[in-house]
């Protein structure tokens, strides 16, 4: 009977135990969430399959070099096929999480658009592109996407706080040479610009960005503005950005912060630590009872 109680428990605890760790696992993907997609509305002829060897062969070079760097472009195929395409991860992502949220991205582009002659999937934390030779080309001005927050805060003095917040990024970018997130009174703010864009064009693509987010966003708490060579994204905390460490072992000299909606590699090591500490009192409680019903049938015994 006593032997029976102590099973019932262990059930008990297991399933309790198990489900957090479900939460790890959610905790640290948020980089892959996806944002958007863009797919050409023309699908490339390919009797002979060249272009999906081609194709093929760019997925595996970008995915490679994602262990190694945050930015990549590459060209291949023949003079008839060539494709170009690249990658990028967010600036404060380190290479282990970059090849994490790159590798996702081939699979996803042939879920999402197949084989169209034109691709440009954007995941939280990294975004791949890629192009047959003769495709039209767009602005790097142009707006892709852009998302606000639901919630607004208007006459409080954050418009104000913001646009500081704006200004502060905007010049952060130049010295960050392309990546930089930081925080003012309570505002969080990130920008990045595509890793071949200069200094010069990157701060006037953020700066194209920023005013686009003001606009369209006006007093949301949030919002997260996506063109074509540059992304910003913003939020704002009215008690304190959660001071949480950045997923990331080698940050961009640029970044002064990581976004604190998305750096969840603390998180997740707080609840496997949790879990650990839950399962060890968990087995020591069930060891004490496993002791205690062996006393009793002893003593029974006798």
Do not use: W
């Amino acid at each position: 009977m006593g032997l029976s109680i102590s099973f019932l428990i262990t059930i008990f605890l297991m399933s309790l135990l198990f489900p957090d760790l479900n939460v790890v696992e959610s905790a640290t993907t948020e980089y892959t969430t996806l944002i958007y997609k863009g797919c050409a509305k023309q699908q490339f002829s390919d009797p002979s399959g060249l272009y999906s060897q081609a194709l093929s062969a760019m997925f595996g070079s970008l995915v490679s070099q994602s262990t190694k760097t945050r930015f990549y472009k590459t060209t291949t195929g023949t003079s008839q096929t060539t494709i170009t395409g690249l990658f990028q991860c967010r600036g404060d992502l380190s290479n282990h999480d970059c090849y994490n949220c790159v590798s996702r991205l081939p699979v996803l582009s042939d879920k999402l658009c197949g084989k169209t002659i034109a691709s440009r999937v954007q995941l939280s934390g990294c975004y791949l592109l890629y192009e047959v030779a003769g495709f039209s080309q767009i602005s790097g001005m142009e707006m892709l996407f852009k998302t606000c927050g639901k919630n607004n805060i208007a006459g409080t003095g954050f418009e104000e706080r913001r646009d500081t917040a704006f200004g502060v990024m905007q010049n952060g970018v130049v010295s960050g040479h392309g990546f930089y997130a930081t925080t003012y009174e309570s505002v969080y703010v990130l920008g990045q610009c595509e890793g071949d864009v200069g200094d010069s064009d990157c701060s006037g693509c953020v700066k194209n960005a920023l005013e686009k987010a003001q606009v369209e966003c006006g007093s949301s708490i949030s919002g997260q503005i996506y063109l074509h060579k540059c992304f910003i994204a913003y939020s704002y905390y009215p008690n304190g950005v959660p001071r949480r460490s950045s997923s990331s072992s080698s940050s961009s000299s640029g970044s002064s912060n990581s976004d604190p909606s998305s750096s969840t590699g603390a998180t997740g090591k707080t609840v496997a630590i949790i879990v650990g500490g839950a399962a060890g009192v968990g087995f020591l409680v069930i060891c004490l009872l496993f002791a205690k019903n062996l006393m009793k049938k002893k003593h029974d015994d006798y």
